[in-house]
């Protein structure tokens, strides 16, 4: 298992895809943070704070994870070698934490360059320092919780098909209903009592949460409790080839 997650790493990083997907996440979250005049901009909002990261990073997770996730099972199947894979001495459930890791990997290298921007408003803050540190630091650990469950999600889409393109507009459309969908559903009031527990349902309702700095076991539960179902559903999804 080790073998094959760093195979997938080395796999990311010496070709464009990892970097590129590094690249564009730092670009349009530098751009809105500092250079865009927007309600994001932290220099013409005046306060010491990278909320705007946090706002911005999960629509940007919402196409960037998929371009990740979109390989990992799709294109080992349109080149035939998931079946040499497959028949090696590994579960498939160790197969699929192993290419989980690695995408989840380079979500993690995406977001350390990010703590520049941390430096930076730290620095600038009036006092030095001022800032609200345990709240950035939940705020990341959401961040994390959330982009590790978009991986799952792709995973999951990346399983059910060849085509690389396919998996990747299957992924944005489970990440983006699961993401923002439930609210939606929320704000119709179509189902009176229960509509508070469909909006619990969505992951945005848990990642407002953490972002305030508040880490709630119910939110990590609900994290861990939705990629563990769509890595059962990835196990499900390669098991269907021995029916």
């Not at 969908?181 to 407002?208: A, C, M, P, R, V």
Request: net charge neutral.
């Amino acid at each position: 298992m080790i073998t094959l997650l760093k195979k997938e790493i080395s796999s990311f990083l010496s070709s464009l895809i990892g970097f590129i997907v590094i690249t564009v996440f730092l670009l349009i979250n530098g751009l809105f943070l500092w250079v865009f005049p927007s309600e994001f901009n932290i220099p013409d909002f005046g306060y010491a704070n990278i909320d705007g990261l946090f706002m911005i990073a999960p629509f940007v997770f919402l196409f960037l994870v998929p371009a990740i996730t979109m390989r990992l099972f799709a294109d080992e199947k349109k080149s035939g070698t998931i079946e040499i894979l497959l028949t090696q001495p590994l579960s498939d459930l160790q197969i699929i934490m192993a290419k989980y890791l690695a995408g989840f990997a380079l979500v993690v290298f995406s977001l350390l360059p990010t703590l520049v921007y941390f430096f930076s408003v730290y620095q600038l803050g009036l006092p030095k320092g001022n800032i609200d540190t345990g709240g950035m630091w939940g705020s990341y650990l959401g961040l994390l919780f959330l982009g590790g469950t978009f991986v799952a999600i792709g995973l999951f889409s990346s399983s059910l098909t060849d085509n690389q393109i396919v998996a990747f507009i299957i992924s944005v459309f489970l990440c983006g209903f699961i993401y923002i969908g439930f609210e939606f559903i929320y704000s119709l009031e179509l189902f009176g009592s229960l509509d508070l527990f469909i909006k619990q349902l969505g992951i945005n309702s848990h990642y407002t949460s953490m972002s305030r700095g508040v880490i709630d076991t119910r939110d990590i539960i609900y994290f861990i409790s939705v990629k563990s179902l769509f890595i059962l559903l990835t196990k499900l999804s390669l098991e269907s080839r021995k029916w």
